[in-house]
């Protein structure tokens, strides 16, 4: 752990402590805790500094914990049900460019099936469409997870949708219960972004395929973030008013992505459907569907077997395996 990294942990219950306590914590003369400090600042992280009792984050953060996370998948009902036994290796990282990158390496190296990995944040967090996905050291959730399938990547159309599932389930467990799907994977409440989902394949087209799902969730963005995004985004803790249990929704997200990954593979996206159109925010809207040759308007009519978008246009429905979707007289 880094010295930035313990400092965060000692302040994380939100408490004042001392400079003269931290710096004898960690073997650093006050100045040196002060640079660190101004450097979790500068990161996103609101630390007052009051003289004479030292210093208090303005909110308490729940950092992630590796051993709290195991703990919790293993307890998970579903646990016993899964047929390879438990996944792989849950990974926490402090920072890292990009935890999508980290797996492709591993994955490359045949070292980490079923792996998922967490950081604090990314210095080069990766979006779709080669967005960049701002990853502030906040409390946010940057998580990714490589599963193998058998299949080549032509059979795993829908997965992403698949998997935006999972993570609609489990924000609404944890509260947020008018979170909903816009097609592919964008999360949304209220027509602001909560969370996204970018998936990298890599493999034969006869498979086995690598599927790496990479999954941004916003749980607390701080107002540097917000000025960053340039869309409308929202977050679990301003939906919610208090804070999550981050560790605990982390696990949860994990095991009902693996159950979703079990499915799959063995129905596809078929059985998934009925669920995708329960959660379709913009299901028989009028919507724009922004392609490289142009706009298509039309009425959104939901997904088909393989998760392309069905929009009907000139009394017919056409299915679009990609494209960016809005809603008509709005821009995201
Ligand atoms: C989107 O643009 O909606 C997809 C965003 C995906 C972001 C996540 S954060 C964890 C993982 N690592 C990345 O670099 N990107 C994904």
């Keep these: 752990m880094g010295k930035d990294a313990q400092i965060l942990a000692l302040l994380a219950d939100g408490r004042f402590c001392s400079g003269q306590e931290l710096a004898k914590q960690l073997g650093l003369s006050r100045s040196g805790v002060w640079k660190i400090i101004q450097n979790l600042q500068s990161r996103g992280i609101e630390v007052f500094a009051v003289q004479g009792k030292g210093y208090r984050l303005a909110q308490p953060i729940e950092l992630l914990n590796k051993d709290f996370i195991d703990q919790h998948i293993a307890a998970h009902p579903s646990m ?37 990995c967490l950081a604090e944040m990314q210095s080069a967090g990766r979006g779709r469409r080669g967005r960049v996905w701002v990853s502030p050291l906040s409390g946010n959730i940057y998580l990714s997870q490589l599963w193998t399938f058998q299949s080549g990547p032509a059979q795993l159309s829908g997965l992403s949708l698949a998997a935006a599932i999972a993570v609609v389930r489990v924000i609404h467990q944890f509260g947020v219960s008018d979170a909903g799907l816009k097609w592919p994977n964008d999360i949304l409440v209220s027509g602001k972004k909560i969370a996204g989902i970018l998936l990298e394949m890599t493999g034969e087209s006869n498979g086995p395929t690598n599927v790496i799902a990479g999954i941004g969730i916003n749980v607390r963005l701080p107002d540097t973030a917000l000025q960053a995004i340039d869309q409308p985004v929202t977050s679990l803790e301003a939906e919610l008013g208090r804070p999550i249990e981050r560790n605990r929704f982390v696990a949860q997200l994990i095991c009902e992505l693996f159950n979703v990954y079990e499915r799959f593979s063995e129905n596809g996206f078929s059985t998934f459907m009925d669920q995708w159109h329960d ?4 299901l028989n809207q009028r919507i724009n569907l922004n392609l490289p040759a142009g706009t298509i308007l039309g009425i959104n009519r939901g997904v088909d077997q393989g998760g392309s978008l069905r929009v009907e246009y000139n009394g017919q ?7 960016e979707l809005s809603i008509r007289g709005q821009t995201s």
């Excluded at 036994?85 to 999508?100: A, C, Q, R, Y």
């Excluded at 429905?317 to 494209?323: D, E, F, K, V």
Aim: proline letters at 2%; one cysteine or more; charged letters at 15%.
């Design 317 to 323: 429905i056409h299915c679009y395996q990609s494209g």
């Design 279 to 282: 959660l379709d925010v913009y």
């Design 80 to 116: 016993a049900a899964w047929r390879g036994g438990f996944p792989g290796d849950v990974v926490v990282l402090w920072e890292i460019d990009s935890t999508n990158r980290y797996l492709l390496k591993h994955g490359a190296l045949g070292s980490a099936a079923g792996m998922t």
